[in-house]
């Protein structure tokens, strides 16, 4: 049974800091292409940040410079560190395992990040 569980969302304040983690309970985590994706109210869901399985990282314009996304095989894990976040972060955070061809492809349940002052 494959499953993803993310956690350390909270609230934060604007300018604050916030790292998520996604522990992955997969045979074979270093074959997947892991990513961050977050789902805002009334809005669709996007891709914040990516990493392949080779390690290399990919990010959405509007976190670049201030999120980090990382993986750790050994673990099984992949992480989000959020810098400077804003307002227009607050969304549920979900982690994603996937394929590049289609042969695995799963979700997390979502963490909630809310930034307010």
């Known amino acids: 049974q494959v499953q993803l569980v993310e956690s350390g969302g909270g609230l934060v304040q604007p300018g604050g800091s916030l790292r998520l983690s996604c522990a992955a309970s997969?045979?074979?985590?270093?074959?997947?292409?892991m990513g961050w994706y977050r789902q805002a109210p009334g809005k669709q869901r996007e891709l914040v940040a990516a990493?392949?399985?080779?390690?290399?990282?990919n990010y959405a314009d509007s976190v670049k410079g201030r999120f980090t996304i990382s993986r750790d095989n050994g673990k099984k894990m992949v992480n989000l560190q959020m810098n400077s976040l804003k307002p227009g972060d607050t969304a549920v955070y979900y982690c994603?395992?996937?394929?590049?061809?289609?042969?695995?492809?799963?979700w997390g349940k979502g963490t909630l990040v809310t930034v307010s002052s």
């Open positions: 990493i392949s399985s080779g390690g290399s990282p």
């Open positions: 994603r395992a996937a394929t590049s061809i289609g042969g695995g492809d799963y």
């Open positions: 997969i045979s074979i985590f270093s074959m997947y292409n």
